[in-house]
């Protein structure tokens, strides 16, 4: 359960990266010989995925990606989704494979050593055989026993299913059902504090369980668990079958107490800070909250707590009042072993992908730790610092402007000013983590995938407990922060993925400032303005939960919301109508981080040509018939190219609260009078309509 950085984080490469260099020495850019050539071939991979054919101003994406869909098919590939994160992603995957796999060199810390035994394990998964279904049921044995395998001497009586979760908990950090987990309070972000709430769902959202559109994803995932039972457990497939139907109508039950995320709630909105007892009352006998954090945290706890998400737990009251107790008990237990299951795979490459992605998700820290201490590129993270400062100063001259921002009042207008000040950028490095402390009393080896698991899930959750105890620490969200630039609103921090620092996928020294303002800028621009969103407004400088707008600037950014919720409320993809939701963030961001980008390289552009004899050539690329400011939107509509298999269109529709890549270029480029300008779009055009939506 990690409820908090789903709601406290404000929320794709290129033809080069199958080529990308280990690192930077491993190309010499400084001759011109080697400059020329990365140009041009900077230069071709824009062009291949453009459609010159297409006019700029009916539909931009189909201009910039036209041809991204022939060249990166997710249906040809055999691949969910295609697109600039997802070759980011690949190029990191590779370093990672190559880590994991060389045998142990000079750059081996004791803790990298263990993390290597933890991925030679899951490849040598096989190697279990008939002890893994053993090794499960032990698991089992440890909190009771489960009635798909016990028949008819099950004893129900006996069966008490909040104690047996709260004991899950307190051992291994696993809370089917209801659970209590220790994080950053979100009021004074200096502490931790307890929050009760719901489970981690593997569908993750509520319209995955709920709508007619994802009923396939349903039945894969309740196949899933019917061959896990099977497999896994030995149970005979008529009975497989009937508890697998079970398990999901009782987890679809669960999930109809979700949040729907349409509804654009925050984190203030969510969470009620309640005493123990005040929660005991609201809730007894069916839940016994007293007991719960008792068992869980191996501690009386008498203070206040967090509850989050109130109504899941009144319809959780209502489910477990008509839900018999075997089915109860049965979910309770799949859910403790499926945090242990790994199928291994036929194909030797499959699963090592398979495996990196396991050992990702215990030890991501580690892995980016591992990949900047052997890759760090100096260059890259200079360049990113540059361009932190260069938007910081942009938005804060925007911020103090007399009519940029002329719907915010002066005072709310000084404390954004504030907080802007006091916002930071961080490469997600972990440079400073003492990895020795943290693996004290772990022993990893590489014969066993299942007592590595356990050990990890004991040390995770007694960490977890001790937290209550400790000032709070930056927050922690696993490989979530490994792969995309985020803005962790509690902290008033923006963190930057370390596979961001890998060379020529969008930022090299020698390609114009144009791409790399559309590119990389824009994806730090997002993040700035996420602090001024929806949710990023409930926060102020120092990272706590604080409402610091006036009423009347407020009023205004909600009537401009709303403004976005018709223009996006009105796209089509894929035939799908997509639905007007109050929540925004993602489509202000993208449009601020636009126009802040833009603003910066403007800035830029416009201070060269003042400059006495100085050669701006090198803002446009060979072979390339655009200027530098029409190339910066290039760029920034290939930040989106992508594909998504026929399959998943549908789910990325209802669980995703970004838009499809294709409306995150037309929407902000739409917006935006400078793009007309530089493309000649005639006014009423597609892509220069007479209604423009503006926050930032």
């Excluded at 109504?311 to 979910?331: G, M, S």
């Excluded at 943290?438 to 299942?450: G, I, P, T």
Aim: glycine residues 4%; proline residues 4%.
């Amino acid at each position: 359960m990690n409820l908090l950085y789903i709601w406290i984080t404000g929320h794709v490469l290129s033809a080069l990266a199958f080529a990308s260099p280990a690192s930077q020495n491993d190309l010499n850019q400084d001759t011109p010989y080697i400059k020329e050539l990365l140009r041009q071939a900077k230069a071709a991979e824009i062009e291949s995925f453009m459609n010159q054919k297409a006019d700029p101003c009916s539909d931009f994406y189909a201009f910039a990606c036209g041809n991204y869909e022939r060249i990166n098919s997710a249906f040809s590939m055999q691949v969910v989704t295609t697109g600039v994160f997802e070759t980011l992603t690949k190029g990191l995957n590779r370093k990672i494979i190559k880590m994991l796999n060389n045998g142990h060199d000079d750059h081996d810390t004791p803790e990298d050593i263990q993390v290597k035994h933890f991925y030679e394990s899951c490849l040598r998964i096989k190697e279990l055989n008939s002890t893994y279904s053993e090794k499960l049921k032990r698991l089992i044995a440890e909190f009771g026993t489960m009635p798909v395998l016990e028949g008819s001497s099950w004893d129900e009586s006996s069966f008490d299913w909040l104690g047996t979760t709260a004991r899950m908990s307190h051992r291994y950090g696993i809370s089917p059902i209801l659970g209590v987990e220790v994080n950053t309070d979100i009021a004074s972000n200096d502490r931790n504090r307890i929050y009760l709430g719901q489970q981690d769902f593997p569908l993750e959202a509520r319209s995955m369980y709920l709508e007619n559109e994802t009923l396939i994803y349903r039945q894969k995932y309740r196949n899933n668990i019917q061959r896990t039972l099977q497999r896994s457990l030995g149970v005979k497939m008529e009975l497989a079958k009937q508890t697998a139907k079970e398990l999901l109508n009782f987890e679809v039950d669960l999930a109809k107490g979700l949040v729907d995320e349409s509804e654009g709630l925050g984190i203030e909105s969510l969470t009620e800070l309640i005493t123990v007892a005040d929660l005991q009352k609201r809730y007894s006998p069916i839940l016994d909250i007293d007991r719960l954090i008792f068992v869980s945290m191996g501690e009386h706890v008498s203070g206040q707590i967090y509850e989050f998400n109130k109504q899941y737990q009144e319809n959780l009251v209502e489910v477990i009042k008509r839900t018999p107790k075997r089915t109860i008990a049965n979910y309770i237990f799949f859910r403790l072993i499926w945090e242990f299951l790994e199928t291994p795979s036929e194909n030797s490459e499959k699963q090592k992908e398979a495996c990196v992605d396991l050992t990702k998700k215990i030890f991501a820290k580690n892995l980016d730790n591992m990949f900047y201490r052997r890759y760090n590129n100096e260059k890259s993270s200079r360049e990113i610092d540059n361009m932190w400062r260069q938007l910081k100063f942009t938005f804060n001259e925007t911020l103090r402007s007399s009519s940029a921002l002329d719907w915010i009042e002066r005072p709310t207008r000084d404390l954004a000013i504030a907080k802007l000040q006091a916002m930071t950028l961080q490469i997600n490095n972990y440079a400073k983590d003492n990895f020795t402390e943290e693996f004290a009393d772990l022993n990893l080896q590489s014969a066993d995938y299942v007592e590595n698991v356990r050990q990890t899930s004991l040390l995770s959750a007694k960490q977890m407990r001790e937290m209550l105890h400790k000032p709070a620490k930056p927050l922690e969200a696993g490989s979530q922060l490994s792969y995309t630039p985020a803005n962790i609103l509690i902290e008033n921090t923006i963190k930057i993925p370390v596979s961001l620092l890998q060379p020529f996928y969008i930022w090299s020294d020698v390609y114009p400032n144009a791409v790399m303002f559309g590119t990389l800028a824009s994806l730090i621009g997002h993040e700035l303005i996420h602090g001024f969103d929806d949710s990023g407004r409930k926060f102020d400088a120092k990272g706590n939960t604080n409402d610091w707008w006036d009423e009347k600037s407020s009023s205004n950014f909600l009537k401009r919301r709303e403004c976005f919720t018709k223009q996006y409320g009105k796209y089509v993809y894929d035939g799908i109508q997509l639905k007007e939701s109050t929540s925004q963030s993602e489509n202000i961001a993208d449009n601020g981080g636009m126009r802040l980008a833009y603003t910066a390289y403007r800035k830029w552009y416009e201070n060269q040509l003042k400059q006495p004899n100085k050669d701006i050539s090198m803002e446009t690329l060979p072979g390339l018939q655009y200027t530098a400011k029409q190339l910066f939107f290039i760029s920034f509509g290939q930040i989106w190219c992508n594909d998504a298999h026929p399959n998943v269109k549908s789910l990325q529709v209802s669980t995703d609260q970004h838009m499809p890549g294709k409306f995150r270029v037309i929407g902000p480029l739409s917006n935006y009078d400078e793009f007309s300008k530089e493309f000649n779009c005639p006014a009423g055009s597609p892509m220069n309509p007479s209604e423009k939506c503006i926050l930032y």
